[in-house]
């Protein structure tokens, strides 16, 4: 298996730009998780789907912030429009619906610049 | 489920040594308890975890104690190696679906 797969690694923009993260869970798992790292913040929850389905968004910061799963192999993390603070490294994690209990597989990360 | 404190925040040790990371919780319905290291430019992986009705869980030279009474927890990592050297997070659940982080710990074995 290829593991949670991200993408863009890296992206560079400038503030007032829209940004579109994506992800791809591994296959067969229900839940998928957004978070934000940084480093006064540490790692924090924005958003999880279970089947698709958002559960608990109140980690979003705000309203410029969307996340989308139309199905279960992507889902979607914009920011529109962007700012400086919303620079860090946004991780996507999977989690199958049984097994191990919560363990989360996270992808390796999309590190976003707003300049 | 979303008051987790960490210590410390960085740790150095010489290898060989052990390191010990800390961490306390503050909600009763937490059931779930994993650690997580994470390397330069990658996601968080799970290491170890633990469940509530466990007390002390060991695997490949880390060991991972809980104590519920307090809401304290401890992960310890044997004769360390320079491949050890990562940033390490407690973590739990809240009882919920999702998972509260701890600070983080930047752990530095030296050669």
């Known amino acids: 298996d290829a593991g949670v797969i991200q993408s863009p690694r890296h992206e560079v923009t400038e503030m007032g730009q829209e940004v579109t993260l994506r992800c791809k869970p591994i296959s067969g798992h229900d839940y998928l998780f957004w978070y934000r790292q940084t480093m006064m913040r540490g790692l924090e929850l924005l958003i999880y789907f279970n089947n698709n389905v958002p559960i608990d968004d109140s980690g979003m910061p705000e309203d410029r912030f969307s996340a989308k799963m139309p199905n279960a192999s992507f889902s979607t993390l914009k920011i529109q429009p962007s700012e400086p603070r919303d620079s860090a490294v946004y991780f996507c994690?999977?989690?199958?619906?049984?097994?191990?209990?919560?363990?989360?597989?996270f992808g390796p990360g999309t590190r976003l610049t707003v300049l | 489920g979303e008051n987790v404190e960490q210590h410390p925040s960085t740790l150095s040790v010489q290898e060989g040594d052990s390191a010990v990371i800390k961490c306390t919780y503050s909600?009763?319905?937490?059931?779930?308890f994993p650690w997580y290291k994470q390397e330069l430019g990658k996601g968080p992986q799970l290491i170890i975890d633990i469940r509530s009705n466990m007390d002390k869980r060991q695997g490949q030279r880390v060991t991972v104690l809980l104590n519920k009474t307090v809401k304290h927890l401890s992960l310890q990592i044997a004769a360390t190696q320079p491949g050890d050297s990562a940033v390490y997070f407690c973590?739990?659940?809240?009882?919920?679906?999702?998972?509260?982080f701890g600070t983080g710990t930047r752990l530095t074995v030296i050669p």
């Open positions: 973590a739990e659940n809240g009882g919920a679906n999702n998972l509260f």
């Open positions: 909600d009763s319905a937490s059931n779930y």
């Open positions: 994690a999977s989690r199958p619906r049984s097994g191990r209990d919560n363990e989360q597989f």
